[in-house]
């Protein structure tokens, strides 16, 4: 809670907030967007909703490899709008799951929107209630006071199959537990842990194969910010929890697991707190970019324990981290880095404007770099990779926590923000392959599927969702991955499109 004097201090805000009912971050009017846009905007199905669910036997064109039989589910968001209204990010809907099924005899397509209290007390309503990341709730300060402690999960970034159930995560909740086959919403999840365990993830938990952890990181924010560092066994027992508090006010969305160590890269993203905490201002709204701090490393060992060691180095914005591992006395780690976040902060910025059907800025593209952290001297240096304009970085995640060799990216042209090929770097010969679907196709993050359990890291396919903005549909492409420049071998059409989607995890038949 506030203490006296904190209110005090930001008394004359509440006030005329309270009393004009302005805010800085209200819905959208839905009527200043056109769905599907024009030949002039053909990204903007990304930002359109999808109005139902669906499930039926999807076409096929061209062949799907035989070996390929599984699940990929994916995750991200896909309602922006209720009411008239419509969400000011595109980064902020509520979580759309689909579950692409490859089996012998064709390909079963579903998708649903997970039942998360907010969905459908919102359902119920007919227009927002809640405000979330991007967006305050309607009806001014008294629905968005204390921000945080409002917001409520959308359930909408990534999806993971653990121990017969499928976990939906947002960015700081706990994750929703769903039926792998139907995609019922079965129910907020605590995974086990009891109630009276304080507990919070984050959207990107890590999956050691060799050792079968999954290991989670979480922020809570209030008037400090708080890391938890979460660790389940493969048989499902939480074998550690640590709450550490933040040296820094940081919204960060993705981390680093190696075999010994765990890696935060605390970027200068600051989160301007008292607009979200008064209720005048939406959590994205309040970011403030600050790269003259440089980014803060916080390295702890895989135990959780100890002093974290803390590095500082150039300014690098990252959504993602490819993967990290130990060699010699190093702690590599490699990330898709931005030397400033200008697609994301700001009201011009490609990612909101989007939302009204306006281009605005995106000038700093994401490119591959590498840290290379002396554990010894304690000290860490920054290795571009490769240059170009990337973002939704991949592995074989049968090589996570430990060295990798291939990472498969989205990659778009020159200037543009979203992405219309895909390419796989070999960071031990230099050498990168590509496939360019073409202007007005925009495809999203590759997952990486291994030709069989016993193939080498460089065998396997390569699947990514597509929206084609021609037809207003998507369409799932399956690619060889050591030879993407020959282009989709498989296309399972969609009777529909789908709006932009985050992320997807690859379930092989026969896999718990
Ligand atoms: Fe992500």
């Avoid at 076409?59 to 009411?83: I, Q, S, T």
């Avoid at 419509?86 to 390909?107: A, I, W």
């Avoid at 842990?193 to 989670?216: C, N, Q, S, Y």
């Avoid at 989607?501 to 379930?507: D, F, I, P, T, V």
Wanted: charged fraction near 20%.
């Amino acid at each position: 809670m506030l203490t006296r004097r904190e209110f005090l201090a930001c008394g004359g805000s509440v006030a005329l907030a309270a009393t004009t009912g302005c805010v800085a971050s209200p819905p959208l009017p839905k009527s200043g967007f056109i769905d599907f846009g024009d030949p002039d905007h053909p990204y903007l199905g990304l930002a359109t909703s999808l109005m139902q669910e669906y499930d039926y036997d999807a076409a096929v064109e061209g062949a799907v490899p035989p070996g390929l039989r599984g699940v990929l589910y994916r995750n991200g968001p896909g309602l922006f709008d209720r009411g008239g209204l419509r969400k000011r990010s595109l980064l902020d809907g509520d979580g759309l799951v689909q579950r692409v099924h490859f089996h012998d005899n064709g390909v079963r397509f579903r998708c649903r929107f997970v039942r998360t209290p907010k969905f459908q007390e919102e359902e119920a309503a007919g227009s927002f209630l809640f405000p979330t990341w991007s967006t305050l709730a309607p009806g001014g300060i008294w629905n968005n006071f204390w921000g945080p402690g409002r917001i409520r999960s959308q359930a909408g970034v990534t999806v993971f199959p653990w121990r017969g159930r499928l976990y939906a995560f947002d960015e700081s909740s706990l994750p929703f537990s769903l039926d792998p086959i139907t995609l019922e919403t079965i129910g907020e999840s605590r995974l086990g842990v009891p109630p009276e365990m304080p507990l919070i993830f984050a959207a990107h938990p890590k999956f050691d194969p060799r050792t079968g952890e999954w290991l989670h990181f979480g922020i809570q924010y209030g008037r400090q910010v708080s890391l938890h560092l979460t660790c389940f066994a493969g048989d499902g027992t939480l074998v550690r929890h640590r709450i550490i508090e933040l040296p820094r006010y940081v919204y960060i969305h993705d981390w680093f697991v190696a075999s010994r160590h765990v890696l935060l890269s605390l970027h200068p993203l600051e989160v301007a707190v008292w607009g979200p905490l008064l209720g005048i201002r939406s959590i994205l709204d309040s970011l403030r970019w600050r790269p003259e701090q440089g980014n803060l490393l916080m390295v702890l060992p895989r135990d959780f324990n100890g002093e974290p060691l803390l590095l500082t180095t150039e300014a690098s914005f990252m959504w993602h981290g490819v993967n990290s591992y130990e060699h010699g006395g190093e702690l590599l780690a490699d990330f898709v880095g931005y030397a400033n976040p200008d697609h994301l902060v700001g009201p011009a910025a490609v990612a909101q404007t989007v939302m009204t059907g306006r281009k605005g800025v995106f000038r700093t593209p994401g490119r591959l770099w590498r840290y290379r952290i002396d554990l010894l001297q304690r000290r860490v240096e920054r290795e571009l990779l490769a240059a170009g304009n990337f973002e939704w970085p991949r592995i074989d995640e049968r090589q996570r926590c430990r060295a990798h060799r291939f990472v498969y990216l989205c990659a778009a042209n020159p200037a543009e923000f979203f992405w219309s090929a895909v390419e796989r770097h070999d960071l031990q010969t230099g050498q990168h392959g590509r496939y360019d679907f073409g202007a007005g196709y925009y495809c999203t993050e590759p997952v990486f599927v291994p030709r069989s359990v016993s193939a080498g890291e460089e065998s396997g396919w390569v699947l990514t969702e597509v929206y084609d903005s021609r037809t207003r549909k998507s369409f799932l492409a399956v690619l060889n991955g050591e030879r993407l420049e020959d282009g989709p071998l498989a296309r399972v059409m969609l009777r529909h499109h789908v709006p932009f989607s985050y992320h997807g995890w690859w379930q092989a038949d026969g896999e718990a």
